[in-house]
């Protein structure tokens, strides 16, 4: 937990969780989630995990970092994304470790790919780890969070901003702070089609607090404790906008490294929230990774070496 006080007002003080350094070989939010899923994968004893994402998925690279100790094969079916370094050197990361990627051209051409990979020694984990399994990685968290607000390591917060890409971070979250918390999160939608995301956000949440508290009618509550924002997508899902430039220059100066495509937009929604003054204590949960990548670039390809079936996933 880190009071960010260069960028708090008089009114707002905004802190950030630093789960990007959930681990040291490469943190970010998707840690949560595979601890549960490829813990799942483990038990069942499979071979292989299929799963989905665009070119430059996190999620994608951190199960291919993680489950190759496991000695589990990791197949990607990959759909197109704008191209910005970042994204490149995700791909190469995935490559580097082992990713068998499987193109498409569209997540409807996507779920095809899919369905022609599953097999009895396979496990599928959907895009961004966002199914109920991983999305209650996120409800230790909110318990992990209510742990250190306890222990004076920061107020309580009246308001939680964090991406909301495919759903499960900010809906676990949601649904464990429920149980500790007065807390109020807030999804800053990054992926289109927007009300889609939001859809499955809530969904999620619901299963979660319905399997944590083991009493489906509590489940109603969630609803005015998880809000959206749309604002900040800009254009579409991995394009950049003025917002998230100015947010990414800002955050640099507090020691914050921020992506263009998920952190950039909920950060610059967390600054609105502190400029607007409404809350008193604001967290900006931040979700990707700060371990260096170097490491996962042994043995990466170059672009130039990646062949034209996925060059043309940049778009």
């Keep these: 937990m880190e009071l960010l006080p260069r960028l708090s007002s008089r009114d707002s003080a905004l802190w950030v969780k630093r789960d990007d350094q959930t681990s040291l070989r490469y943190g970010g939010n998707k840690v949560r989630k595979l601890e549960r899923l490829l813990s799942e994968a483990k038990r069942r004893g499979v071979a292989r995990i299929v799963t989905i994402g665009a070119v430059g998925s996190h ?29 490149v050197m995700n791909l190469r990361a995935d490559l580097a470790q082992g990713v068998k990627v499987l193109p498409a051209t569209s997540f409807a051409h996507a779920g095809v790919r899919v369905a022609s990979r599953l097999g009895r020694d396979a496990y599928f984990i959907p895009v961004g780890g966002s199914n109920r399994l991983g999305a209650l990685g996120y409800v230790d968290a909110a318990r992990e969070l209510a742990a250190q607000v306890r222990a004076g390591q920061m107020p309580e917060p009246d308001l939680v901003v964090v991406t909301l890409g495919s759903g499960g971070t900010a809906a676990g979250l949601a649904a464990g702070l429920l149980e500790e918390m007065q807390t ?6 990054v992926s289109d089609p927007a009300w889609v995301v939001e859809h499955m956000g809530r969904s999620l949440a619901h299963a979660c607090l319905k399997h944590a508290t083991h009493r489906e009618g509590r489940a109603a509550k969630v609803e005015p404790r998880l809000e959206w924002d749309r604002r900040y997508l800009g254009r579409g899902y991995g394009q950049a906008t003025p917002e998230g430039e100015r947010a990414m220059a800002v955050a640099a100066e507090s020691g914050l490294t921020l992506d263009p495509t998920y952190t ?15 809350h ?10 700060s371990a260096p990548f170097e490491p996962l670039l042994i043995d990466a390809p170059e672009e130039a070496a990646i062949g034209p079936e996925l060059a043309k996933l940049f778009r």
Excluded: C, M, N
């Design 59 to 87: 999620h994608v690279l951190a199960t291919g970092v993680y489950a190759r100790p496991l000695g589990i094969e990791v197949e990607a079916v990959l759909v197109p994304q704008p191209r910005t370094p970042h994204v």
């Design 264 to 278: 950039a937009k909920t950060f610059a929604a967390a600054l609105d929230r502190v400029a607007a003054g409404k």
């Design 184 to 189: 109020v999160v807030l999804g800053v939608t």
């Design 280 to 289: 008193k204590t604001i967290l900006y949960w931040h979700t990707l990774s």
